[in-house]
């Protein structure tokens, strides 16, 4: 009876596993609960046992190697050094140099496993933010897990280390586009700082690749200094790779200068409906209703995203909204058809509407464009 | 010679049993491995971060509506408040009979608006449309009749940004479970054209103003064994598929799809009664057929949490529904099963789906004849039957506790009582519930009148759950 034999052995094995799977389930409820609710209280402790440090310089309530390997102790730590500033933060500074918390974490980063460790690591050393840690966050900007060269970039820009910078910024040509994007953010938290790195890796690459520039623009709208307008300008006349134009004119538009506003009128009539609809939108946010006429006119653009992005545009300025009525009763359908949708978006219909008993004639421009209510849009 | 056939039919049987626990085993194995991965990079704060990135695209929430007014404004009320940071509400009200558009003009201050309307995808006519002026960004499409399928689809067209979250009037959303789900796009742009959540039972947990304040099981034995087959498909196989790039059905309850790419294969199929399923082998076919790099992928810490049946009555009726729905699919996509040049989609995935859950019944079914008529004519031994049985059934209890497991880890179930509840519903399933699936899903392979259309169960409103358990 071989086969029942196995049959036999398979059910023991089985039943077993399990047993075992059981017995591993009612632990991990166990002991988990048991350890949250002691990491917990831990964590309370050494709050109060941080804030008092801080609070009196001289106190003698111990802080022993052990609390400063504990997870919970970390925990404490970036929730106290989350709520400080000036000199308490220095102070805890000290405390943190003064108890090996930092070392004790690169210990953990420059491990080679368990991964959990090592992210957890990053993230402490990027949460605490002390310059000792600066050094071996630099040489994680290349680590083999993605997650902690973000952390690495993070921390740094959290302290501000500046001599990282170019070496962020040369990682937006070779980066997967979740860090790049996340270094993208860290480059924001040095400010100015990191403008020249920025405009020069741009000026240097451009030519040669789009991916990163485009994004080394975006990333200097969001620092959003105004040194570096002319540069984009420059950059803008000299490009000839459409995702780097796109990426300079929405730079432009979010820096908000008007030197930048003929440069961008003259994209109005590029043969690119990309660089047109870009225009349009950076027009928009520089906010000076001299670009009305010619936003206007685009209205009339062959191409939908053009007349949409020159109607949304024209919302936004001082004037563009009584623009975008005057072209309800405009004989080309599709512009009428831009202008309704963006004052529709702007709220405006719903002062049409009030309009519509005061001023009969405005009114009916708007519902013969739009049909009336119960007929199908289609 | 018939005990012979006997005796092998009824070998069989069991065995293809084993065959298909020993293939969820292997995935939900599979699915911890993925599970540990992405739960270290959920642990390790890289979410927060896309709240304040500019690289974090702006997305719309489609919401179909049929006959919702019991909890349409909770539901759009607890989707308003997610944290992303630019996100719109298109509701698709499907030519509702009761007051769910009233119920929604009154909670969101809405104003019938005069805007153009693009029919990208085919849909019913649209009536009117609907802008909010109470904060939150709506917009309410009054369509007349024509299906869930087809109110996403108008929905759709309504949509202002590039990625559309399909979802349902009677979920409640977790507040990060847009910024989870969305950095799976974010990480890789270019290749993610959908992400799948993870759906939660409401039923028997505390909602208020609809929001979920604590998740808990009920008493109830229906809604009970819904919640341990939703974490075994959601913790112990999709991690698996997703992993393989080889997801076969995004759920309809939440998927967030690139639109451009839903346009490109014509958006839900109107009439589908698994549009969800349908949507998603068309996506893998379409990249898959032009060689286009593809993924997509299954969030698990995108938690989405829906009401399920709590009566047989309309839980028979969802599974007809379901089970129909596979069936057209399994039509549809047989070119695809098994197929190399479907890579894991086809060998792996859908290949599993064909032979484990679309042939199941009908083996399972034909087992409950076959084994005991072959017992009792002597063509199986009883000790050997006995002990195939125990094999079976110990497998499946394996795959529930494993899927527990994972729960344990990654769920949300914290008291000791909702565990052994649930422990308890892995025993119980196998003694009358699991058969009475079987029962139903063959019920669909007969046919009759189809539920086509909306298929809808009573709606409690999500506030109104826990008063239930």
Request: charged fraction near 25%; charge should be neutral.
């Amino acid at each position: 009876m071989p086969v029942i034999e196995l049959a036999q052995l398979a059910t023991l094995i089985i039943f077993s596993v399990n047993s075992l799977l059981l017995a591993a389930l009612i632990l991990l409820k166990v002991v988990h609960r048991a350890r949250v609710r002691s990491h917990d209280r831990r964590r309370e402790r050494y709050v109060e046992l941080l804030s008092r440090h801080i609070a009196f310089e001289n106190c003698t309530d111990p802080i022993t190697s052990e609390m400063a390997e504990d997870p919970a102790f970390l925990d404490a730590l970036i929730d106290v050094r989350n709520a400080v500033a000036g000199s308490e933060l220095r102070t805890l500074r000290n405390i943190v140099r003064r108890h090996g918390v930092i070392e004790h974490q690169i210990r953990k980063l420059e491990s080679p496993f368990p991964l959990g460790r090592r992210f957890r690591a990053a993230v402490a050393l990027a949460e605490i933010g002390d310059e000792t840690s600066a050094h071996v966050l630099e040489q994680h900007l290349t680590d083999r897990e993605p997650e902690i060269r973000i952390q690495s970039a993070r921390g740094l820009g959290r302290i501000r280390w500046t001599p990282a910078i170019d070496k962020i910024v040369q990682r937006f040509s070779v980066e997967i586009p979740w860090v790049r994007a996340r270094f993208s953010d860290t480059l924001t938290l040095y400010g100015p700082a990191a403008t020249w790195p920025l405009l020069a890796y741009v000026r240097i690459n451009h030519r040669y690749e789009s991916v990163g520039p485009a994004l080394a623009l975006r990333t200097l709208a969001q620092i959003d200094d105004l040194q570096a307008v002319q540069p984009i300008i420059g950059i803008l006349n000299d490009a000839d790779d459409l995702e780097v134009e796109i990426a300079a004119i929405e730079a432009l538009g979010d820096l908000g200068s008007p030197e930048a506003q003929s440069h961008l009128s003259e994209r109005l009539d590029s043969p690119s409906w990309e660089l047109r609809a870009k225009a349009a939108t950076a027009l928009g946010d520089i906010g000076d209703p001299a670009s009305i006429e010619l936003l206007v006119r685009r209205l009339r653009d062959p191409n939908w995203w053009v007349r949409r992005n020159s109607a949304a545009a024209l919302a936004k300025l001082d004037g563009g909204i009584e623009a975008l009525y005057a072209m309800l009763g405009d004989e080309d359908p599709y512009a009428a058809d831009a202008a309704a949708e963006a004052l529709t978006d702007a709220g405006e219909l719903l002062i049409a509407r009030e309009r519509t008993e005061e001023e009969p004639r405005g009114a009916n421009v708007l519902l013969t464009h739009m049909g009336s209510g119960g007929e199908s849009y289609q | 010679m018939i005990l012979d056939l006997l005796r092998w039919v009824g070998y069989a049987t069991i065995t293809y049993f084993i065959v298909m626990q020993a293939y969820l085993i292997f995935l939900a194995v599979a699915s911890g491995l993925a599970l540990r991965r992405t739960h270290h990079l959920q642990r390790f704060g890289r979410v927060g971060e896309m709240l304040s990135s500019r690289s974090t695209p702006p997305i719309s929430i489609v919401i179909p509506a049929y006959n919702e007014e019991a909890g349409i404004v909770d539901s759009v009320r607890s989707m308003s408040i997610v944290k992303y940071p630019r996100f719109e509400i298109v509701i698709a009200n499907d030519g509702s009979n009761d007051d769910t558009l009233a119920a929604l003009i009154e909670a969101f201050h809405l104003e019938k608006v005069r805007i153009p309307y693009r029919p990208d995808l085919e849909c019913e006519p649209v009536q009117a449309i609907y802008r909010g002026r109470a904060g939150v960004d709506i917009t309410v499409i009054d369509k007349e009749n024509g299906g869930r399928a087809d109110a996403l689809n108008a929905g759709i067209n309504a949509a202002r940004y590039p990625y559309v979250l399909c979802t349902d009037a009677d979920v409640v959303l977790d507040p990060d479970c847009l910024i989870q789900s969305m950095q799976r796009v974010v990480e890789d742009r270019e290749r993610t054209v959908g992400v799948g959540g993870n759906i939660r039972p409401l039923n028997g947990s505390r909602v208020e103003l609809g929001h979920l304040i604590e998740a808990s099981v009920p008493s109830q034995l229906i809604p009970r064994m819904q919640i341990l087959e939703y974490v075994r498909t959601f913790l112990a196989s999709r991690p698996a598929w997703s992993w393989m790039n080889a997801l076969p059905n995004v759920s309809g309850a939440f998927g967030i799809w690139k639109k451009s790419t839903m346009v490109e294969v014509g958006g839900f199929t109107t009439g589908h009664m698994g549009e969800d399923m349908d949507l998603t082998m068309r996506i893998h076919r379409y990249h898959l057929d032009n060689r286009i790099p593809y993924r997509i992928v299954y969030e698990p810490s995108a938690v989405i949490w829906t009401e399920v049946p709590d009566t047989i009555r309309v839980l028979r009726r969802q599974r007809i529904r379901w089970h129909r729905g596979l069936m057209t699919a399994t039509k549809d996509f047989l070119p695809m099963t098994l197929n190399p040049r479907y890579r894991q989609v086809g060998m792996v995935s859908w290949a599993g789906y064909f032979l484990f859950e679309y042939l199941a019944p009908i083996i399972e079914f034909t087992g409950w004849f076959v084994v005991p008529t072959a017992w009792l004519l002597g063509a199986l031994s009883g000790t050997s039957l006995m002990w195939m049985l125990l094999i079976a059934l110990g497998m499946g209890l394996l795959n529930s506790l494993l899927g527990l497991l994972l729960d344990e880890t990654y769920g949300y179930f914290n008291s000791p009582k909702d565990t052994s509840r649930l422990v308890a519903m892995a025993l119980i399933e196998n003694f009358g519930l699991r058969q009475m699936t079987v029962l139903w899903r063959i019920r669909a392979l007969i046919g009759g009148a189809s539920v086509r259309g909306w298929g809808n169960m009573e709606r409690r409103g999500v506030a109104n759950l826990a008063k239930q358990s």
